[in-house]
């Protein structure tokens, strides 16, 4: 099992460019969830996933939309990049109903908005 | 709303010297609790969990952490530190099954000193 998956590793964009970061899990796990990281402020929650074809707001959603048209990808967009979405961004999964949301990693994208 | 506190943001241990990391939460029900840790260029990865049960939970790499209700308190603990324990951990509340929020304190970074 390859876990959790996400591309790309690295990205640099312009501001005003709009890019997808895809996420890929093969534990057929129900929820999926996108955070971002930033210095001294821990893993703060941009939109996550119950299910296929549903979508919800987390902690910071301003500037991303996501999708999940299969289970096992979760998509995160940014249509108009801004300096302050430099950021390293990390996807996770879990089974609720069976780990009481225990949440699996991917390896993270870092992002820099110039 | 649960929250998490870590209010060590950085600790330095000497290699062999005892650790322990200080968790606390606030959550009005029966608490599942984590620690994860995250390498530099990773994403985090879980050490431990607490259900329910022993109070006392063994985890990966030589980790323990021990819940205390009436402290409010998950402390994660290690008898001897490793050079490679140097990282940054997280500590983590869940309200439960089913539940798709998983609330994570700002983490704590520790440093080893050969």
């Known amino acids: 099992n390859a876990g959790v998956t996400q591309t790309p590793k690295f990205r640099v964009l312009k501001t005003g460019q709009s890019m997808t970061l895809l996420c890929a899990q093969d534990m057929n796990h129900e929820y999926m969830y996108w955070y971002r990281q930033d210095p001294g402020m821990g893993l703060r929650l941009i939109h996550y996933?119950?299910?296929?074809?549903?979508?919800a707001k987390g902690e910071v959603p301003d500037g991303y939309n996501v999708s999940r048209l299969k289970k096992q990808n979760f998509l995160l967009g940014l249509e108009s990049a801004a300096p302050s979405q430099t950021s390293v961004y990390f996807c996770a999964s879990s089974y609720p109903r069976v780990n009481y949301n225990e949440q699996f990693f991917g390896p993270g994208t870092r992002l820099t908005v110039l | 709303a649960q929250s998490v506190t870590q209010p060590d943001i950085h600790i330095t241990v000497s290699e062999g010297a005892s650790l322990e990391l200080r968790c606390n939460y606030s959550y009005g029900a029966t608490p599942y609790l984590f620690w994860y840790v995250q390498s530099p260029g990773q994403g985090p990865q879980l050490l431990l969990k607490y259900f329910s049960g022993d109070t006392l939970v063994q985890g990966i790499k030589g980790f323990e952490a021990e819940f205390k209700r009436s402290q409010s308190s998950f402390n994660l603990r290690k008898p001897s530190v490793h050079w490679s324990d140097a990282a940054e951990y997280f500590c983590?509340?869940?309200?439960?099954?089913?539940?798709?929020?998983?609330?994570f304190g700002k983490g704590t970074k520790l440093s080893v000193i050969p």
């Open positions: 996933s119950v299910g296929e074809g549903t979508t």
């Open positions: 983590a509340v869940s309200s439960g099954a089913g539940s798709y929020q998983l609330t």
